[in-house]
C-alpha cells in the first residue's frame, strides 16, 4: 500500500526523470544470554524504504543524471515525502554525474534459494540454535561466556520508474559468541602481574595468563547444526590454547600463515582492486589481461570469482540493490584480471559489460595442503584482535591474539601478543593458497594464505 | 539559534503517553523511547558527486516492559493514522508480541534471573541544543559548490593527487522517552566533515585522512577550508614514508591518540554491562591504581561539547559527567540502566542504542584523558629517541585482558629531542593497558575533542561519542 502510494506520489512529480524504491521488511528476533542466563529478549518489526530520486540535465552539451537517496520512513505523512522528494530533485540537479542508465524490466531472475528457516516461525529457531551452542561446553576446558543471537526475516522489493519490478526473501543469522577460559598460567601468574615469557623477558601486550575470553562473530543463512557446533567448539578450544599461550617471540621478519576469518579480508584488497568504481576514480589501475598480482608470481596463481547465491551465506542475492539480474562472475583467472565487476552505474562508465554489485567471492584452492604450507617454520595466526587490510594500499597487520608459532626445531606451541604486518604488493608474488577450503558469511576459498617474510613483533619487550 | 524540535515526536507524544498507559495495566514498567532524526551526506570526488541520507537516520519506536522477572522490548516503525487515535489495538498487539516472547523465553534450556524493577525520579523536560547555521536553511547549491571548490584546490595543491574524497554529514537527533514518570524530549545537531585524499607516486600509493565534527552546522566547512592545505602537505609527506623498525619506543601521543588510548583503553574497559558479564578486567581494579598519578579519565554526555553529547540517554537517564580515573586511581565505571540495576549501583547516563531497533549498552559518550601541565615542546625536547603519533584510522579493545591495538595512519620519528622530518606509515601501536599507563611520564596543558569517528561494541553497534586529550608521553610497542 506504502510503495503504491509512493508511485503514485511520483508520477505526479514535475522535474523527476526517474526513480528507484526497495523496500524491505524485516522481522527479527534476538535472544541475550550470559553463561546460562537470559539477559533479554528482543524482537522487532520494522521496515526500511530507500527512494532515488533521478534528475537529468545538460550543460555544455554534456548530459548529466544527478540522483539522491533518501529513507522514506513509514510515517512520513504526504505532505512529509512530498517535501522530501522536492528538496531531494532540488540538490539532485547540482550533481553533475555522467549519466547512466536504470535496469531494464524483463531480465531473467534466479530464483532464491529457500532457507531452512522458512520451515518454522522465526522465534521457534532461537531454542535449537542456542541449544547448538550451548552443547559444545564441555569438549574443552573453556565455556562460553555470553552470546548474542539474531536472527531476521527480510522481504525485499525492489521498483523503478521503467517497469522493474522484483521481490525476494532471505534470512539472516548473526552470533556473537564470548569464550573464556580459566587460565592453567604455567607459573601461576594473573593477567597483568607481568608474567615472563620463554626467554626471560617480560611480557608485554596479551600475553596470556590467568582467565582469558576470545571474540567471535558468525554471520549464517541456513540453520547447519553441525558448522555452528564445529565453529563454537573450535573457538572454546582455541580459547583454552590461548590462556596457556606463551608471548609472541619477536621474529622480526618471518613466513606467517593467516587462518580463518582474516583470509576473505585479505582477498577483499583485489576486489578494489578489480571494481569498476575504483578504476573509473583513477585509484586502480589494473588492467584487463593483465597480471594483478604483480610480474613475477612465483607461488600460487589467484582465481577469483563473483557468486550470487552461496550456501548459508546472508549476502546471497538474486539481483543487486538496482535490481540487476545477478549471475557467476569470474573476475581474476590465474592471476590475469579477466573483467571488472561493479554496479550497472560504473561499468557502464567505463563501457564493460555489468557484472551487478554480487556479495559473494569465491577463490579458488591452492596447490599445497595446510599440513605442507606448515612443514617449513611459521607463525600460524589464527586469532587477531582486528585484522585490518587497507583494499586501496595493500597495506595489512593486526595485533595477535592467538597464534601457533612453529620454531626451527618444529616445535609448535601457542602464542599470543605482538602483531604481523605487510603489504600485499610485497607478497602476492610467493604467496601460497591451503588446499582445504573454508566457508565464511559471503566467501568461499582456502582456509589459509601463507606469506614470505612479513614483519612480526613480538610480545616480549626488548 | 534554537536546533527546531520534531514535529512527528510532538505529534504522537499523547498518543504514547496513553500507551504507556494501557499497558502499564499489565506491565510493571514500562517506557518508550521513540526517535526522528534526520540529515544528509555529501560526498564530493574527482568524477562523483553524491547526495544520500545520512545512515545516522531513524525514525521509530522501542518499548521496553518489566513482566515481574525480565525485561523485554519491542522495537518497531509503523503506526498507522488509526492508531494515534485509538492506541488500545496497538497496545493489544504489543501486549501479545510480549506474550509470546514470555512463551519462547520460558521454553528456552536457561535460567530467566529476577530483575529489579526501574524506579524512576519523576522529570518531564525539554531540552534545545544551539546551532551556528541550520543545514537545512542554506540552498543545497551552496553546500555542494563549498565541497567542490574544496576538491578543485585539492587538485591545484598536488600533482601527486589521484582522487580525494571531501565529505561533510550533518544529522539533527530528535528523541522522545515517555515511561509511567518520566516526559523527555531533546533535539541537537551534529556535523562531521572528511578530507581523504588518495595520492600516487610511481607505484607508491598513499590515502591521508583528516577530519573534524562538532555540535555544529554548515559553520563546520570552515574548519574544512582551514584543515585542507595541512592535510595535503602531509598527504604528499606520506608518499616518502617508511615501515616502523618493530619496537618498544618512548611516544608522544597527540590529543587524537590519546583520546584513542582513552577510548581503548579505559573506556571500553569500564562499561559496566561487561561488569555484569564478567568481561571486564577493571572491575578487580575499583579503587586501587591503574595507571600514572599524573592521568585522570573522564567520560560523560555532559562531560565535554562533543558529539558525544546530549541531555537524556536512550533508556531516560539524564547525562553525566563521570570521573573514572583519579590521579591514577580507578573511581567508576559507565553504566546502562539495567546494568546498573544489577550491579545495584546509579546508573551513568551511559546507556546508548545505534538506533531505535538496537539494545541499549554501557557506551561511552565523550570520553578523554585530563590535562596535565607539561608542553609538547618540553615532552619532544626530552626524548632522544621516539615517535610523535599523531592520526589514526581505527582501534580494538580487549576489556577482558587490557590489551589494545591502534591502527596508526603516522608518526613523527624524534631523535635528540628533536623531530627529524621523517614520517613512518602505516603502523600498529599495542600494549597492556596498566603498564601503558603506568609509563605515562608528561602530560600537556591543553585537551582537545574529536567526534568525527563512531564506536562498535565488539563489531557492531555503532554510536557516535568522541575522545580526546591532551599530548601525553609514554612507552608503547610499534610495529
Redesign the interface.
Known sequence: MMIKRLQELLAGVPDISAWKIIDRRIQGQELYLTHREVDMQRSKDVRRIFLTVYRDFQEEGKKYRGSVVVQVHPTYCAGEIRALVERSLDSARYLRNRHYPLVQPGSETAAMPESSFAARPLEEWLSPLAETIYAQEGAAEARINSAELFLSRIDTRIVNSIGLDVSYRSYSGYLELIAEDGGKAEDGGKAGDGRKAENGRKVHAGAAAGEVELYRELSFSEFESGLLASEVRDQLRYCGDRAAAGATPHLKRFPVLITGDPVPDFFGYYLTQSAAESVYSGISTAKVGESIQGDEVRGDRLTLALEPFLKNSPASAPVDTDGFALRTAGVVDAGRLERYWGPLRFCHYLGVPPTGAIGNVTVSPGSKSLEGLRQEPHLEVVYFSDFITEPLTGDFGGEIRLAYYTDPDGRRRPVTGGSVSGNIRDVQPQMYFSRETQSRAGFRGPRAVLLPQISVSGAAAT | MNVPLST?LAGIKQPLERLVEILAKDFPYVSILSTDSTG?RYSV?????????SSW?E??SVIRVFDGR??????????EEDSLNDIEPLAGTIRE?FR???A??G???????ELPLICEQPLSETWQGKVGILPEAV???QT??RLSRLKDRAFELSEHL??IEVRFEHMRVSKLFVSGKRELEQSYIWAQGYLIP?LRRD?T???MFASCAGLKGLELIDEMEAGLSETMTIGVQLLDAE?IE???YEVILSPKIAGLLAHESFGHGVEMDMF????A?AAEYLGKAVASPMVGLRDGARAAEQTGSFWFDDEGVLGGDTLVIEEGVFRTGISDL?SALRLGISPTGNGKRESF?R?AYSRMTNTFFTAGTDSLEDMTASIEYGYLLEEY??G?E?P??????G?ILYAREIRDGKLTGKLVS???M???V??VLGSVSMVSAEVQQFGSGMCGK???EYVKNSSGGPYIKTRM???
Do not use: T
Open positions: 512527528y544528509m570526488r574527482k568524477r562523483a558527486v553524491d547526495a544520500r541520507q537516520c525514525r521509530g525480565r525485561y523485554l522490548e519491542y522495537s518497531f516503525n509503523e503506526l508480541r509470546k516472547s514470555a519462547v523465553g521454553k528456552l534450556p536457561f535460567a530467566v534471573p540552498p543545497v547549491e555542494i559548490g589521484v582522487e588518495v607505484e600509493i598513499r590515502e615501515r618493530p619496537d618498544e555484569v558479564k564478567g568481561r578486567k539495567i531497533e539494545k584510522l581505527s580494538m580487549d577482558k585482558n587490557w590489551g589494545i591495538q591502527q602505516p603502523l600498529f599495542f600494549g597492556y596498566p603498564e565488539g563489531h557492531k610497542r610499534l610495529g
